[in-house]
């Protein structure tokens, strides 16, 4: 039992419960004093045209007749008797004398009684959802001295009425079960509809941990959780996708790494001939770009830098003002004005890779930046040759170098672009090629708009 209430059905169904318990009983003791006000109200009415019915009758009988008659006619909550002793007299008419006497005319006098009567203040048995209660009768409950119109002083009694004969025959200890009953299987029933999704959700994420390649979780139930399940599979493909191009660099490099070592190892040998020192150091160059593109592709993926506000149209200045000292072709048009929440190293090594690409395939770069639907566009445009439709999907896989003159005259690793677009996707954003109509290839990378909390 401990362990069902502190798990999250056990919660959420306690929470559902002890709400609808505590709202329904709010709104019945909300419909029973209701109840309570009506019954007032419908018994003043009732008394009202009662006592005007009986004053009215009265005066139609006989004066030696009258207390015979009003002997049989009183009941026990209206009573009209002969006045017997003055009683002090209220300064003002009651609510209830008021509206006798608008009824009865001018020709009668009325007189509310300042005392009330000892009834008034008796309690009175109530049955009610929560049990039996006792409380004074709050409708009209006072005394009236009336003088008719041939001067005989009659007075009048409202009393409270009598309890009624079939008051605590319901038991209301079946409705109260039923009704715990039903509250509590509809609460289980919301309790497990809520937290069925979070446990396929835990289980998928313990799945993920033993099999990367687990099958992705089925689109099904509320919009939020399909939206849950699907950035759930969109996490997976992404770690699917991490881990299988690290395996690949690892294994790439490794094997890339043999030829050069092995013709290092056999020209260190006559390492006194300036032709062969000069290959060798060659070797050793191209050894050393591969490690270093391997360990970008690394920090590509890396997300141990902070995330923090940035001025982009300052970085991107800085970055192609750096390209331009180092005597790149590099011209910068555009500004975005806006804040980006990223990584400033991951966002210049990203920035720095697309410009060197386009310059050393495209002897130049062309940086177009702007603001559009709360994120900046950034075209980058080479003047090279470009990459034919069915290349450009794969030209972001690592290592992978298009069969051209593009990537044979200049050489590389392949793994700019690949760590360009990492970088771009940590930031959520995208990077997409596509050749220029008036030639070469151009680069688009969108990053969002940072938005500060208010």
């Known amino acids: 039992m401990k362990a069902f209430f502190g798990s999250m059905t056990g919660r959420v169904f306690l929470t559902l419960l002890l709400g609808i318990v505590l709202s329904a009983a709010l709104t019945q003791w909300l419909a029973d004093a209701e109840r309570q006000r009506v019954i007032e109200e419908y018994r003043d009415m009732h008394a009202l045209e009662r006592a005007e019915q009986l004053i009215m009758a009265t ?69 009610t959802m929560f049990g039996e209660t006792k409380a004074p009768w709050r409708g009209t409950c006072e005394s009236i001295d009336v003088r008719l119109r041939d001067g005989e002083q009659l007075r009048l009694s409202v009393l409270p009425p009598r309890p009624s004969l079939f008051a605590g025959k319901t038991d209301y200890r079946t409705i109260i079960a039923l009704f715990l009953v039903s509250i509590a299987f509809l609460a289980y029933l919301v309790a497990r509809m809520t937290t069925r999704p979070l446990k396929q959700l835990a289980q998928a994420a313990k799945d993920l941990g033993n099999d990367i390649n687990h099958p992705p979780l089925k689109l099904a139930g509320a919009s939020e959780i399909r939206q849950a399940s699907a950035a759930f599979n969109a996490m997976q493909a992404r770690i699917r996708q991490y881990i299988f191009q690290r395996t690949q660099m690892l294994a790439a490099i490794t094997h890339d790494l043999q030829t050069p070592l092995t013709r290092l190892r056999l020209r260190l040998e006559k390492v006194s001939d300036p032709e062969l020192q000069e290959r060798l150091i060659g070797d050793l160059s191209a050894m050393q770009a591969m490690v270093k593109e391997g360990l970008d592709l690394a920090r590509s993926v890396d997300t141990t830098e902070a995330m923090q506000p940035l001025d982009f149209d300052s970085l991107l200045d800085s970055v192609c003002s750096d390209a331009s000292d180092a005597g790149q072709h590099v011209v910068l048009n555009g500004r975005a004005a806006m804040a980006l929440l990223g990584r400033p190293m991951g966002l210049r090594r990203c920035l720095v890779n697309l410009i060197d690409n386009a310059v050393k395939y495209g002897q130049q770069a062309v940086v177009t930046v702007e603001r559009m639907a709360g994120a900046a566009r950034i075209h980058i445009r080479d003047a090279g040759p470009g990459i034919a439709s069915a290349e450009q999907a794969r030209v972001f896989e690592p290592f992978y170098r298009v069969e051209s003159s593009r990537s044979r005259e200049s050489g590389g690793t392949g793994l700019g672009l690949t760590i360009a677009r990492n970088i771009a996707e940590q930031h959520g954003g995208t990077l997409t090629l596509a050749n220029h109509p008036e030639g070469g290839l151009e680069v688009t990378l969108m990053l969002p708009e940072y938005y500060a909390a208010k």
């Open 59 to 127: 005066e139609v009988v006989p004066a030696s007749a009258r207390l015979a008659y009003l002997a049989v006619a009183n009941r026990p909550g209206i009573r009209l008797e002969e006045a017997t002793g003055a009683l002090p007299h209220a300064n003002a008419h009651s609510e209830f004398a008021a509206a006798l006497a608008l009824r009865l005319g001018r020709a009668y006098q009325l007189a509310s009684v300042a005392a009330r009567p000892a009834a008034c203040d008796v309690p009175r048995t109530q049955s």
